[in-house]
Each structure stands twice: as structure tokens, then as C-alpha cells.
């Protein structure tokens, strides 16, 4: 079993910036590549970035590509999502998930194994 933990979401002015992280516990976190996800009011919960084991990101769903950085830490058991240039768009529960094994298919949801509870990122216009 993997635990993971977010933190970090809060309310923040449009244009403005927040880092979430996600802590994990557990199985060895270097074992796996890591996803961010969001969930919109009314929406699905969807793709954000993902990262591999060793620090490579994966990719970045198109909303937030050069506005957001996901990077990880090895040592501190723990996953960033650096996001900046905020958006009233980007108001979500935001999500950390971990994969075993990711492959090529890490925008769908089925291919995580383990989600934390969720941190709230609330973007005021």
C-alpha cells in the first residue's frame, strides 16, 4: 500500500502562484511514476502532468502547459505541482495519484494504482 497526502491548495488571486505537494508513505516512492489530476466543480476529475520515477516529466495536459511544473524528490518521499499564472479556470480539488508501472497511457485515470484525498485550489478573478 502507498499512502499519499496533499497539502498546500489554498485561495489565491488569478495570476498569482501556489506549489501543492503530495507526500507518500508506504512502498518504496522511487518505484513510481507519479500524476497530478484535477477535479472542476460539475466536472470530471482530469489530467494534469505526470512525472516518471526518476524525475522526467512525462507531459502536461494542454491547459496548463508553461504555467505549471510538476517535480519530485526522492529523498522527502514527495511530488510538487508548481503552478503559476493562475487562472479562475484552474479552481479544482487537485489530486496526486501513483503508478507501478504508467507506460505510455498516463492521462487515464484506470493506470494509478494509488490517490490521495485531495487539496482544494480555489483561483479568485
Known amino acids: 500500500q502507498v499512502q499519499l497526502v496533499e497539502s498546500g491548495g489554498g485561495l489565491v488571486q488569478a495570476g498569482g502562484s501556489l506549489r501543492v505537494s503530495c507526500v507518500a508513505s508506504?512502498?518504496?516512492?522511487?518505484?513510481?511514476?507519479m500524476g497530478w489530476f484535477r477535479r472542476a466543480p460539475g466536472k470530471e476529475r482530469e489530467f494534469v502532468a505526470a512525472?516518471?520515477?526518476?524525475?522526467?516529466?512525462?507531459n502536461y495536459a494542454d491547459s496548463v502547459k508553461g504555467r505549471f511544473t510538476i517535480s519530485r524528490d526522492n529523498t522527502k518521499n514527495t511530488v510538487y505541482l508548481q503552478m503559476n499564472s493562475l487562472k479562475p479556470e484552474d479552481t479544482a480539488v487537485y489530486y496526486c495519484?501513483?503508478?507501478?508501472?504508467?507506460?505510455?497511457?498516463?492521462?487515464?485515470?484506470?493506470?494509478?494504482?494509488?490517490w490521495g484525498q485531495g487539496t482544494q485550489v480555489t483561483v479568485s478573478s
Open positions: 512525472i516518471t520515477w526518476n524525475g522526467s516529466p512525462i
Open positions: 508506504g512502498r518504496t516512492f522511487s518505484n513510481y511514476a
Open positions: 495519484a501513483a503508478a507501478y508501472y504508467l507506460g505510455s497511457r498516463y492521462e487515464e485515470r484506470g493506470r494509478y494504482d494509488y
